[in-house]
Protein backbone atom coordinates (compact mmCIF):
# COMPACT_ATOMS: atom_id res chain seq x y z
CA UNK A 1 0.00 0.00 0.00
CA UNK A 2 1.57 3.49 -1.36
CA UNK A 3 0.70 6.78 0.16
CA UNK A 4 0.39 9.34 -2.82
CA UNK A 5 -1.14 12.15 -1.38
CA UNK A 6 -2.41 13.04 1.80
CA UNK A 7 -3.31 16.78 3.02
CA UNK A 8 -6.25 18.87 3.83
CA UNK A 9 -8.91 20.53 1.87
CA UNK A 10 -11.05 23.15 2.45
CA UNK A 11 -14.23 24.72 0.32
CA UNK A 12 -13.18 27.11 -2.51
CA UNK A 13 -14.49 30.34 -1.22
CA UNK A 14 -13.61 32.64 1.33
CA UNK A 15 -15.81 32.43 4.34
CA UNK A 16 -16.85 34.62 7.25
CA UNK A 17 -15.87 33.19 10.61
CA UNK A 18 -19.06 31.74 11.98
CA UNK A 19 -19.68 29.35 14.82
CA UNK A 20 -23.00 27.12 14.70
CA UNK A 21 -24.10 24.74 17.77
CA UNK A 22 -25.39 21.31 17.03
CA UNK A 23 -28.77 20.00 17.84
CA UNK A 24 -29.65 18.48 20.76
CA UNK A 25 -29.93 15.10 19.15
CA UNK A 26 -26.57 15.89 17.19
CA UNK A 27 -25.68 15.78 21.30
CA UNK A 28 -26.94 13.08 22.21
CA UNK A 29 -25.27 11.05 19.45
CA UNK A 30 -21.48 12.45 19.93
CA UNK A 31 -20.03 8.91 21.25
CA UNK A 32 -21.71 6.78 18.23
CA UNK A 33 -19.40 5.27 15.79
CA UNK A 34 -19.08 7.84 12.78
CA UNK A 35 -20.92 7.65 10.09
CA UNK A 36 -19.49 6.87 6.53
CA UNK A 37 -19.73 4.55 3.48
CA UNK A 38 -17.42 2.70 0.90
CA UNK A 39 -17.56 2.61 -2.73
CA UNK A 40 -16.16 0.44 -4.60
CA UNK A 41 -15.85 0.53 -8.67
CA UNK A 42 -14.55 -1.66 -10.99
CA UNK A 43 -12.24 0.40 -13.90
CA UNK A 44 -14.04 3.85 -15.71
CA UNK A 45 -13.20 2.70 -19.93
CA UNK A 46 -10.46 4.37 -20.60
CA UNK A 47 -9.87 6.28 -17.86
CA UNK A 48 -6.46 7.89 -16.89
CA UNK A 49 -5.91 7.41 -12.47
CA UNK A 50 -4.66 10.95 -12.61
CA UNK A 51 -7.42 12.43 -14.25
CA UNK A 52 -9.72 10.68 -11.94
CA UNK A 53 -7.97 11.86 -9.29
CA UNK A 54 -7.87 15.06 -10.52
CA UNK A 55 -11.58 15.83 -11.09
CA UNK A 56 -12.66 13.93 -8.09
CA UNK A 57 -10.79 16.42 -6.09
CA UNK A 58 -12.20 19.51 -7.90
CA UNK A 59 -15.72 18.45 -8.04
CA UNK A 60 -14.75 17.76 -3.96
CA UNK A 61 -13.89 21.13 -2.87
CA UNK A 62 -16.68 22.53 -5.27
CA UNK A 63 -19.46 19.98 -2.93
CA UNK A 64 -17.44 21.02 0.20
CA UNK A 65 -18.58 24.62 -0.37
CA UNK A 66 -21.93 23.89 0.61
CA UNK A 67 -21.12 22.42 3.50
CA UNK A 68 -18.34 24.28 4.95
CA UNK A 69 -18.97 23.52 8.42
CA UNK A 70 -17.65 20.18 7.78
CA UNK A 71 -14.18 21.32 7.32
CA UNK A 72 -14.14 23.45 10.32
CA UNK A 73 -13.21 22.91 13.81
CA UNK A 74 -15.96 20.76 16.04
CA UNK A 75 -15.06 21.07 19.46
CA UNK A 76 -17.48 21.58 22.73
CA UNK A 77 -18.99 25.34 23.80
CA UNK A 78 -17.82 27.03 26.56
CA UNK A 79 -20.07 26.29 29.07
CA UNK A 80 -21.95 29.13 30.76
CA UNK A 81 -23.98 27.24 33.55
CA UNK A 82 -26.23 30.69 33.44
CA UNK A 83 -26.25 29.96 29.59
CA UNK A 84 -28.92 28.61 27.30
CA UNK A 85 -29.61 24.98 26.20
CA UNK A 86 -26.27 25.09 23.55
CA UNK A 87 -24.26 26.42 26.67
CA UNK A 88 -24.50 23.29 28.70
CA UNK A 89 -21.89 20.33 29.05
CA UNK A 90 -20.63 18.84 26.30
CA UNK A 91 -22.58 20.23 23.85
CA UNK A 92 -21.06 20.53 20.31
CA UNK A 93 -20.09 23.71 18.38
CA UNK A 94 -18.76 23.37 15.06
CA UNK A 95 -16.77 26.89 14.04
CA UNK A 96 -15.74 27.13 10.83
CA UNK A 97 -14.25 29.85 8.00
CA UNK A 98 -11.58 30.89 10.02
CA UNK A 99 -7.57 30.34 9.11
CA UNK A 100 -7.46 27.46 11.77
CA UNK A 101 -10.05 25.59 10.21
CA UNK A 102 -8.61 21.75 10.40
CA UNK A 103 -10.15 21.25 6.78
CA UNK A 104 -11.12 17.60 5.73
CA UNK A 105 -8.67 15.33 5.47
CA UNK A 106 -8.20 13.81 1.91
CA UNK A 107 -5.82 10.65 1.46
CA UNK A 108 -4.99 8.88 -2.19
CA UNK A 109 -3.52 5.83 -1.82
CA UNK A 110 -2.84 3.09 -4.20
CA UNK A 111 -3.37 -0.77 -2.79
CA UNK A 112 -2.42 -4.35 -5.14
CA UNK A 113 -5.79 -5.52 -5.14
CA UNK A 114 -8.25 -5.80 -8.09
CA UNK A 115 -11.79 -4.87 -7.13
CA UNK A 116 -12.91 -8.41 -8.27
CA UNK A 117 -10.45 -9.87 -5.43
CA UNK A 118 -12.08 -7.91 -3.02
CA UNK A 119 -15.63 -8.48 -3.26
CA UNK A 120 -18.00 -10.43 -6.01
CA UNK A 121 -20.34 -8.29 -7.95
CA UNK A 122 -23.81 -7.32 -6.98
CA UNK A 123 -25.28 -10.07 -8.93
CA UNK A 124 -22.93 -12.80 -7.40
CA UNK A 125 -23.05 -12.05 -3.73
CA UNK A 126 -27.32 -12.18 -4.33
CA UNK A 127 -27.29 -15.00 -5.87
CA UNK A 128 -24.84 -16.91 -3.71
CA UNK A 129 -26.43 -19.64 -1.42
CA UNK A 130 -30.00 -18.48 -0.04
CA UNK A 131 -28.39 -15.24 -0.63
CA UNK A 132 -26.26 -14.83 1.92
CA UNK A 133 -22.10 -13.62 1.03
CA UNK A 134 -19.55 -14.13 3.69
CA UNK A 135 -17.98 -10.97 4.15
CA UNK A 136 -15.75 -11.77 7.15
CA UNK A 137 -13.05 -10.86 4.83
CA UNK A 138 -13.68 -7.75 4.08
CA UNK A 139 -11.47 -5.04 5.94
CA UNK A 140 -13.53 -1.95 5.99
CA UNK A 141 -9.88 -0.39 7.58
CA UNK A 142 -8.09 -0.60 4.36
CA UNK A 143 -10.53 2.35 2.68
CA UNK A 144 -10.94 4.00 5.56
CA UNK A 145 -8.33 6.39 7.18
CA UNK A 146 -7.19 5.43 10.53
CA UNK A 147 -6.81 9.12 11.96
CA UNK A 148 -9.01 10.24 14.73
CA UNK A 149 -11.62 12.19 14.39
CA UNK A 150 -12.71 15.36 16.46
CA UNK A 151 -14.15 14.33 19.81
CA UNK A 152 -13.70 10.88 19.23
CA UNK A 153 -13.43 10.29 22.52
CA UNK A 154 -15.16 13.01 23.80
CA UNK A 155 -12.16 15.31 24.94
CA UNK A 156 -9.60 15.74 22.13
CA UNK A 157 -10.37 18.04 18.69
CA UNK A 158 -8.09 20.40 18.27
CA UNK A 159 -6.46 20.05 14.18
CA UNK A 160 -8.42 16.77 13.95
CA UNK A 161 -11.21 16.83 11.35
CA UNK A 162 -14.35 16.37 11.72
CA UNK A 163 -14.67 14.52 7.93
CA UNK A 164 -12.47 12.67 6.24
CA UNK A 165 -11.83 11.03 2.74
CA UNK A 166 -9.74 8.16 1.05
CA UNK A 167 -9.42 7.35 -2.44
CA UNK A 168 -7.92 4.24 -2.72
CA UNK A 169 -6.58 3.35 -6.33
CA UNK A 170 -6.89 -0.46 -7.24
CA UNK A 171 -5.68 -2.67 -9.71
CA UNK A 172 -6.85 -2.65 -13.44
CA UNK A 173 -7.97 0.79 -12.87
CA UNK A 174 -10.69 0.22 -9.99
CA UNK A 175 -11.14 2.79 -7.26
CA UNK A 176 -12.59 2.95 -4.11
CA UNK A 177 -14.34 5.92 -2.00
CA UNK A 178 -14.63 5.81 1.76
CA UNK A 179 -15.90 8.41 3.61
CA UNK A 180 -16.19 9.02 7.44
CA UNK A 181 -17.66 11.72 9.26
CA UNK A 182 -17.81 12.65 13.05
CA UNK A 183 -21.74 10.99 13.50
CA UNK A 184 -22.98 14.51 15.08
CA UNK A 185 -21.88 16.24 12.15
CA UNK A 186 -24.18 13.88 9.72
CA UNK A 187 -26.62 11.02 9.66
CA UNK A 188 -26.44 8.53 6.62
CA UNK A 189 -29.23 10.56 4.87
CA UNK A 190 -26.90 13.65 5.34
CA UNK A 191 -23.74 12.01 4.04
CA UNK A 192 -25.81 11.34 1.04
CA UNK A 193 -27.20 14.64 -0.13
CA UNK A 194 -23.49 15.39 0.27
CA UNK A 195 -22.14 12.36 -1.74
CA UNK A 196 -25.03 12.63 -4.36
CA UNK A 197 -23.99 16.09 -4.75
CA UNK A 198 -20.57 15.46 -5.29
CA UNK A 199 -21.31 12.98 -7.75
CA UNK A 200 -23.10 15.34 -9.79
CA UNK A 201 -20.07 17.51 -10.31
CA UNK A 202 -17.85 15.39 -10.74
CA UNK A 203 -19.41 13.57 -13.48
CA UNK A 204 -19.64 17.56 -14.71
CA UNK A 205 -16.16 17.40 -14.61
CA UNK A 206 -15.94 14.62 -16.97
CA UNK A 207 -17.96 15.81 -19.34
CA UNK A 208 -21.24 14.14 -18.54
CA UNK A 209 -24.49 16.19 -18.24
CA UNK A 210 -25.96 14.34 -15.19
CA UNK A 211 -29.67 14.77 -14.08
CA UNK A 212 -30.32 17.00 -11.06
CA UNK A 213 -29.00 15.58 -7.80
CA UNK A 214 -31.81 13.25 -6.47
CA UNK A 215 -31.71 14.23 -3.02
CA UNK A 216 -31.29 18.39 -3.65
CA UNK A 217 -29.83 21.67 -1.93
CA UNK A 218 -28.71 21.24 1.62
CA UNK A 219 -30.18 22.81 4.79
CA UNK A 220 -27.83 23.15 7.60
CA UNK A 221 -29.31 24.94 10.32
CA UNK A 222 -29.44 22.99 13.77
CA UNK A 223 -31.61 25.55 15.54
CA UNK A 224 -34.29 24.37 13.09
CA UNK A 225 -34.53 21.32 15.26
CA UNK A 226 -34.21 22.74 18.68
CA UNK A 227 -36.83 25.01 17.76
CA UNK A 228 -39.10 21.51 17.48
CA UNK A 229 -38.78 20.92 21.18
CA UNK A 230 -41.89 21.35 22.99
CA UNK A 231 -41.35 24.06 26.43
CA UNK A 232 -38.57 26.08 27.19
CA UNK A 233 -35.24 24.39 26.30
CA UNK A 234 -33.08 27.48 27.77
CA UNK A 235 -34.78 27.40 31.61
CA UNK A 236 -33.16 26.21 34.52
CA UNK A 237 -35.16 23.57 35.08
CA UNK A 238 -37.39 21.05 32.85
CA UNK A 239 -41.19 20.94 32.66
CA UNK A 240 -41.81 18.34 35.24
CA UNK A 241 -45.12 16.99 32.95
CA UNK A 242 -42.98 17.12 29.26
CA UNK A 243 -40.47 15.11 31.54
CA UNK A 244 -43.01 12.25 32.28
CA UNK A 245 -44.35 12.60 28.55
CA UNK A 246 -40.86 11.70 27.43
CA UNK A 247 -39.95 8.66 29.80
CA UNK A 248 -42.68 6.93 29.22
CA UNK A 249 -41.84 6.73 25.57
CA UNK A 250 -40.44 3.27 24.45
CA UNK A 251 -36.37 4.74 25.49
CA UNK A 252 -33.63 2.92 26.82
CA UNK A 253 -31.83 5.04 29.45
CA UNK A 254 -28.61 2.62 30.37
CA UNK A 255 -26.16 4.73 31.76
CA UNK A 256 -22.46 5.00 30.52
CA UNK A 257 -21.79 6.52 34.17
CA UNK A 258 -21.92 3.51 36.15
CA UNK A 259 -18.73 1.63 35.83
CA UNK A 260 -19.15 0.22 39.22
CA UNK A 261 -21.26 -1.70 37.66
CA UNK A 262 -20.59 -5.94 37.32
CA UNK A 263 -18.99 -6.88 33.91
CA UNK A 264 -18.64 -2.73 33.04
CA UNK A 265 -15.76 -3.07 29.82
CA UNK A 266 -12.85 -1.34 31.80
CA UNK A 267 -11.68 0.07 28.23
CA UNK A 268 -14.70 2.15 27.90
CA UNK A 269 -13.90 4.12 31.30
CA UNK A 270 -11.88 6.75 29.73
CA UNK A 271 -14.54 7.74 27.05
CA UNK A 272 -16.93 7.67 29.89
CA UNK A 273 -15.00 9.82 32.12
CA UNK A 274 -15.38 12.75 29.74
CA UNK A 275 -18.40 12.40 29.64
CA UNK A 276 -18.53 13.68 32.98
CA UNK A 277 -18.87 16.64 34.05
CA UNK A 278 -16.01 18.28 36.90
CA UNK A 279 -17.09 16.30 40.18
CA UNK A 280 -17.76 19.28 41.85
CA UNK A 281 -20.49 20.39 39.38
CA UNK A 282 -22.21 17.27 38.96
CA UNK A 283 -25.47 17.69 41.43
CA UNK A 284 -26.77 14.38 41.95
CA UNK A 285 -30.33 15.37 42.19
CA UNK A 286 -30.06 16.72 38.41
CA UNK A 287 -29.12 13.40 37.07
CA UNK A 288 -32.09 11.68 35.83
CA UNK A 289 -32.97 8.18 36.48
CA UNK A 290 -31.46 5.42 34.30
CA UNK A 291 -31.37 1.89 33.69
CA UNK A 292 -28.57 -0.90 34.65
CA UNK A 293 -27.16 -1.84 31.61
CA UNK A 294 -26.75 -5.78 31.16
CA UNK A 295 -23.26 -5.90 30.49
CA UNK A 296 -22.64 -9.21 31.93
CA UNK A 297 -24.97 -10.60 28.57
CA UNK A 298 -22.20 -8.58 26.41
CA UNK A 299 -19.09 -10.92 26.23
CA UNK A 300 -16.98 -8.99 23.98
CA UNK A 301 -14.02 -11.80 23.80
CA UNK A 302 -16.54 -13.45 21.29
CA UNK A 303 -15.59 -13.57 17.34
CA UNK A 304 -18.19 -11.38 15.25
CA UNK A 305 -19.02 -12.03 12.18
CA UNK A 306 -20.41 -10.49 9.18
CA UNK A 307 -22.80 -11.29 6.44
CA UNK A 308 -24.43 -9.75 3.92
CA UNK A 309 -28.25 -10.98 3.14
CA UNK A 310 -30.02 -10.30 0.34
CA UNK A 311 -33.75 -10.25 0.01
CA UNK A 312 -35.74 -9.41 -3.76
CA UNK A 313 -38.67 -8.28 -3.98
CA UNK A 314 -40.89 -10.90 -4.25
CA UNK A 315 -39.56 -12.00 -0.49
CA UNK A 316 -40.26 -9.04 0.97
CA UNK A 317 -43.85 -9.01 -0.39
CA UNK A 318 -44.10 -12.32 0.44
CA UNK A 319 -43.00 -11.15 4.10
CA UNK A 320 -45.39 -8.23 4.12
CA UNK A 321 -48.36 -10.50 2.95
CA UNK A 322 -47.99 -12.97 5.76
CA UNK A 323 -47.90 -10.32 8.03
CA UNK A 324 -50.77 -8.42 6.73
CA UNK A 325 -52.63 -11.67 6.97
CA UNK A 326 -52.11 -12.75 10.60
CA UNK A 327 -55.19 -12.03 12.14
CA UNK A 328 -55.59 -9.06 14.63
CA UNK A 329 -52.45 -7.64 12.52
CA UNK A 330 -52.27 -3.42 11.65
CA UNK A 331 -53.02 -3.24 8.09
CA UNK A 332 -50.20 -0.78 7.48
CA UNK A 333 -47.33 -3.07 7.78
CA UNK A 334 -44.65 -2.06 5.42
CA UNK A 335 -42.00 -4.43 3.45
CA UNK A 336 -39.40 -3.18 5.93
CA UNK A 337 -41.73 -3.77 8.89
CA UNK A 338 -42.02 -7.70 8.03
CA UNK A 339 -38.59 -8.14 6.97
CA UNK A 340 -37.41 -6.93 10.51
CA UNK A 341 -39.53 -9.22 12.24
CA UNK A 342 -38.43 -11.99 10.15
CA UNK A 343 -34.77 -10.85 11.69
CA UNK A 344 -35.18 -10.38 15.05
CA UNK A 345 -37.45 -13.93 15.20
CA UNK A 346 -34.67 -15.74 13.21
CA UNK A 347 -31.64 -14.16 15.20
CA UNK A 348 -33.64 -15.39 18.72
CA UNK A 349 -33.66 -18.74 17.12
CA UNK A 350 -29.94 -18.82 15.95
CA UNK A 351 -29.19 -17.31 19.49
CA UNK A 352 -30.51 -20.39 21.08
CA UNK A 353 -33.29 -18.60 23.22
CA UNK A 354 -36.02 -20.51 22.23
CA UNK A 355 -36.71 -21.51 26.33
CA UNK A 356 -34.48 -18.01 27.44
CA UNK A 357 -36.63 -16.31 29.92
CA UNK A 358 -34.49 -13.18 29.88
CA UNK A 359 -35.87 -9.96 28.08
CA UNK A 360 -34.76 -9.09 24.66
CA UNK A 361 -35.00 -5.77 22.68
CA UNK A 362 -34.68 -4.82 18.58
CA UNK A 363 -33.95 -1.22 19.26
CA UNK A 364 -34.80 0.64 16.06
CA UNK A 365 -32.89 3.58 15.07
CA UNK A 366 -35.74 6.27 13.80
CA UNK A 367 -35.01 9.76 12.17
CA UNK A 368 -36.60 12.88 13.29
CA UNK A 369 -36.85 15.13 10.10
CA UNK A 370 -40.98 13.80 9.41
CA UNK A 371 -41.74 13.31 13.10
CA UNK A 372 -41.61 17.19 14.04
CA UNK A 373 -43.20 19.57 13.56
CA UNK A 374 -42.71 21.81 11.04
CA UNK A 375 -40.97 18.36 9.57
CA UNK A 376 -37.25 19.31 8.67
CA UNK A 377 -36.60 18.87 4.72
CA UNK A 378 -35.11 15.96 3.40
CA UNK A 379 -32.03 17.57 3.13
CA UNK A 380 -31.10 18.49 6.80
CA UNK A 381 -28.26 18.12 7.85
CA UNK A 382 -26.79 16.91 10.43
CA UNK A 383 -27.89 13.85 12.97
CA UNK A 384 -31.52 14.16 14.02
CA UNK A 385 -31.80 10.64 15.21
CA UNK A 386 -33.25 8.67 18.11
CA UNK A 387 -33.33 4.43 19.46
CA UNK A 388 -36.66 3.28 20.46
CA UNK A 389 -36.85 -0.47 21.02
CA UNK A 390 -39.83 -3.21 21.00
CA UNK A 391 -39.20 -6.16 23.41
CA UNK A 392 -40.18 -9.19 25.52
CA UNK A 393 -38.63 -12.62 26.72
CA UNK A 394 -36.74 -14.37 24.05
CA UNK A 395 -39.25 -17.48 24.60
CA UNK A 396 -42.60 -15.19 23.61
CA UNK A 397 -40.72 -13.46 20.93
CA UNK A 398 -39.75 -16.67 19.52
CA UNK A 399 -43.47 -17.85 19.65
CA UNK A 400 -44.69 -14.52 18.24
CA UNK A 401 -46.03 -14.91 14.28
CA UNK A 402 -44.61 -12.80 12.16
CA UNK A 403 -47.84 -10.06 11.87
CA UNK A 404 -47.73 -9.91 15.78
CA UNK A 405 -43.90 -8.63 15.61
CA UNK A 406 -44.53 -6.72 12.73
CA UNK A 407 -47.44 -4.73 14.19
CA UNK A 408 -45.24 -3.86 17.29
CA UNK A 409 -42.61 -2.88 15.31
CA UNK A 410 -45.13 -0.20 13.50
CA UNK A 411 -46.98 0.65 16.54
CA UNK A 412 -43.95 1.70 17.94
CA UNK A 413 -43.20 3.63 15.14
CA UNK A 414 -46.27 5.35 14.92
CA UNK A 415 -45.91 6.36 18.80
CA UNK A 416 -43.55 9.20 18.06
CA UNK A 417 -45.81 11.63 17.25
CA UNK A 418 -44.63 15.39 17.32
CA UNK A 419 -45.99 16.35 20.60
CA UNK A 420 -43.96 12.99 21.64
CA UNK A 421 -40.89 13.57 19.84
CA UNK A 422 -40.83 17.68 20.74
CA UNK A 423 -41.43 16.45 24.73
CA UNK A 424 -38.50 13.96 24.27
CA UNK A 425 -36.13 16.79 22.92
CA UNK A 426 -37.01 18.96 25.97
CA UNK A 427 -36.20 16.05 28.25
CA UNK A 428 -32.54 15.63 26.44
CA UNK A 429 -31.78 19.05 26.11
CA UNK A 430 -32.22 19.56 29.75
CA UNK A 431 -29.85 15.97 30.13
CA UNK A 432 -26.98 16.98 32.56
CA UNK A 433 -24.47 15.21 29.54
CA UNK A 434 -26.02 14.35 26.63
CA UNK A 435 -23.74 11.30 26.41
CA UNK A 436 -24.36 9.69 29.82
CA UNK A 437 -27.59 7.47 28.50
CA UNK A 438 -27.62 5.19 25.62
CA UNK A 439 -30.90 4.47 23.81
CA UNK A 440 -29.44 1.26 22.83
CA UNK A 441 -27.32 -2.08 23.39
CA UNK A 442 -25.79 -4.80 21.92
CA UNK A 443 -25.04 -8.06 22.51
CA UNK A 444 -26.63 -11.31 22.68
CA UNK A 445 -29.81 -9.81 24.19
CA UNK A 446 -30.21 -6.56 21.69
CA UNK A 447 -30.10 -6.02 18.10
CA UNK A 448 -29.61 -2.70 16.42
CA UNK A 449 -30.81 -1.88 13.10
CA UNK A 450 -30.43 1.17 11.44
CA UNK A 451 -32.46 1.70 7.83
CA UNK A 452 -30.62 3.54 4.91
CA UNK A 453 -33.79 2.73 2.35
CA UNK A 454 -34.31 5.09 -0.60
CA UNK A 455 -30.97 6.88 -0.20
CA UNK A 456 -29.99 5.09 -3.66
CA UNK A 457 -26.72 4.06 -2.70
CA UNK A 458 -26.27 2.36 -5.42
CA UNK A 459 -26.69 5.16 -7.64
CA UNK A 460 -23.97 6.90 -7.08
CA UNK A 461 -21.71 7.49 -10.08
CA UNK A 462 -18.58 9.83 -10.06
CA UNK A 463 -17.89 9.22 -13.59
CA UNK A 464 -20.69 8.45 -16.10
CA UNK A 465 -22.11 4.75 -16.61
CA UNK A 466 -19.97 3.47 -13.74
CA UNK A 467 -21.90 2.13 -11.05
CA UNK A 468 -20.66 0.94 -7.49
CA UNK A 469 -19.66 -2.62 -7.73
CA UNK A 470 -20.39 -2.86 -4.12
CA UNK A 471 -21.64 -0.24 -1.10
CA UNK A 472 -20.62 -0.75 2.55
CA UNK A 473 -22.04 0.90 5.30
CA UNK A 474 -19.33 1.69 7.94
CA UNK A 475 -20.50 -0.28 10.89
CA UNK A 476 -18.88 -1.39 14.26
CA UNK A 477 -17.99 -5.55 14.33
CA UNK A 478 -20.50 -6.25 17.50
CA UNK A 479 -22.68 -8.62 18.05
CA UNK A 480 -26.47 -7.63 16.78
CA UNK A 481 -25.36 -4.83 14.38
CA UNK A 482 -28.34 -4.67 11.67
CA UNK A 483 -28.28 -2.59 8.33
CA UNK A 484 -30.44 -2.53 5.91
CA UNK A 485 -29.98 -0.52 2.40
CA UNK A 486 -31.26 -0.94 -1.05
CA UNK A 487 -29.57 -3.59 -3.23
CA UNK A 488 -27.47 -3.34 -6.17
CA UNK A 489 -29.48 -5.52 -7.98
CA UNK A 490 -32.80 -4.56 -9.93
CA UNK A 491 -34.87 -6.94 -8.44
CA UNK A 492 -36.50 -4.49 -5.75
CA UNK A 493 -35.34 -5.93 -2.89
CA UNK A 494 -32.40 -4.80 0.28
CA UNK A 495 -29.64 -5.72 1.53
CA UNK A 496 -28.88 -6.78 5.14
CA UNK A 497 -25.49 -6.30 6.76
CA UNK A 498 -25.37 -8.90 9.53
CA UNK A 499 -23.11 -8.72 12.19
CA UNK A 500 -23.42 -11.87 14.62
CA UNK A 501 -21.03 -13.84 17.25
CA UNK A 502 -19.41 -16.36 15.44
CA UNK A 503 -21.99 -19.48 17.00
CA UNK A 504 -25.29 -17.88 16.22
CA UNK A 505 -24.20 -16.64 12.95
CA UNK A 506 -23.03 -20.39 12.01
CA UNK A 507 -26.86 -21.83 13.16
CA UNK A 508 -28.40 -18.76 10.98
CA UNK A 509 -26.27 -19.66 7.82
CA UNK A 510 -26.42 -23.72 8.26
CA UNK A 511 -30.63 -22.85 8.67
CA UNK A 512 -30.10 -24.34 12.28
CA UNK A 513 -32.73 -21.86 13.59
CA UNK A 514 -35.44 -24.76 15.10
Not at 217 to 229: G, I, K, R, T, Y
Request: proline residues 9%.
Amino acid sequence: MTTIESTRLRPAHQLTPTSTPLSILDATVARFSPTGAIWIFNQPAKLDQKILIDNLRISFIETLSKFPQWAGQLQWAPVNPKGKHTERFNRPLIVYGTDADPGVEWTVIEHPLRPDEIVPTSEERASSTAGAWIGDNFNQSLFISSTPLALANLHDYTGLPGMQVQITLLQDGGYAIGIKLAHCLADAQALMVFVHLWAYNSKQKFGTQPESPPMGEPVFDPALLDSCAAGNIDSSEPDPDLVITARKLPLHRYSWWDTADEGYPQFLIPTTENSKPPPAEIDPKRVSPSEPAPWLSWDFSKPVRYTQLHFTGEELSKFQALALNTPGSRSDISRLDALLAHLWITIIRARGQKDSPRPVYMNLSLGARPRVSPALPDTFIGSPLFLTHVGGTASSAYQEKLGETSSRIRETMKGFTTDAVGAMLHDAAHEVSPQRLWQGFLGPEHTIVTSWLRLQLYEVDFVGRNKPRYVHAIMPKMDGCIQVMDSGVPDGGMDVALYLDGVAMGRLLDGDCS
